[in-house]
């Protein structure tokens, strides 16, 4: 018998009126974990604890707001195309968060709350920086609780088993029996990102403990970090998307947003490096002094 790993047959709770779908706790518990993670760093920079939270609001929402907006653009026909239901949209609990929209409107929202609050956005970055990687990875198994994003079929002992998917009712088609219906056997794209996450987040903890960085460049070391990932295993995945010259549009952003953090990079670097011994700008908040990287209250 063909060894593989089970999928879930439901993904979600009712209680009573009530319904908490798996995906939804996942992301949850995802923020949640980055969200202490860049606490805990914020504080061992100088910053007073309660701080993360102030800018946390404003990176959260923002954040998933942006997640759900690239997602329907870049993934319209659900919602537009034959068939498809607009009001679909909003079900955000369904599933469906496009990580650079949500990176993309989350720092905006970051760097509201740094510029409201009286702390320097780049240091806010480079805190949240492995929390974010981490948060990722968790939101992954959200995919595997919907049967969802998996790659081509496999007979690989690491396979993945998927159902065919009620995605309103958030569980798996059922046969005349009453058993699950099967679909195949197939790679487990999120299994792969999650492990690339938690390497890539581990990374980054032990590049900021190990090596001195100018403010910004481990946000950027995330920045290009992850489309190198990324670009593997989107190459992997057979759900719909849209083609740009024959490829996913996922693999084009992601060879872009890795452009974007070589270049975060090096302009961070540079912008230190000039303004060694210089007066902190008046567009972004003094830096209170960091703390040693090897001090006890650093968990980075």
Do not use: K
């Not at 002992?157 to 029996?177: C, F, K, M, N």
């Not at 980054?204 to 920045?223: E, K």
């Not at 010259?245 to 693999?251: D, F, H, P, T």
């Amino acid at each position: 018998m063909t060894a593989f790993l089970p999928s879930p047959t439901v993904g979600a709770l009712h209680l009573g009126p009530l319904t908490l779908r798996a995906y939804a706790l996942c992301i949850l518990a995802g923020i949640v974990l980055a969200v202490w993670l860049a606490g805990r760093r914020l504080t061992a920079r100088g910053y007073e604890s309660g701080t993360i939270l102030d800018i946390a609001g404003w990176a959260v929402l923002f954040g998933i707001v942006g997640g759900r907006l690239y997602h329907v653009i870049t993934t319209p026909g659900p919602y537009w195309g034959e068939g498809g239901n607009p009001v679909d949209a909003l079900r955000i609990w369904n599933g469906g968060l496009g990580i650079w929209g949500a990176i993309a409107l989350g720092a905006l929202g970051a760097w509201i709350g740094c510029r409201r609050h009286g702390v320097a956005f780049l240091d806010f970055a480079d805190a949240a920086a492995p929390g974010v990687a981490f948060a990722q990875a968790i939101g992954r198994w959200g995919n595997w609780f919907n049967n969802e994003l998996y790659g081509g079929p496999t007979d690989l002992p690491w396979g993945l088993e998927i159902h065919e998917w009620d995605q309103s009712a958030a569980r798996a088609v059922t046969d005349a029996a009453g058993d699950p219906v099967v679909i195949g056997v197939f790679h487990p794209t999120f299994l792969y990102e999650f492990l690339f996450l938690v390497g890539l987040g581990v990374l980054l903890l032990v590049v900021d403990r190990r090596l001195t960085l100018a403010p910004g460049q481990l946000f950027g070391l995330y920045v290009a970090g992850y489309p190198v990932g990324r670009i593997v295993i989107e190459r992997m995945r057979t759900d719909e998307a849209e083609l740009v010259l024959g490829q996913r549009l996922n693999v084009w952003t992601s060879i872009a947003v890795f452009l974007l953090g070589l270049w975060i990079i090096w302009f961070t670097g540079r912008r230190a490096r000039r303004t060694v011994g210089a007066d902190p700008g008046e567009d972004e908040p003094p830096a209170p002094a960091r703390r040693d990287p090897d001090s006890s209250q650093d968990v980075g």
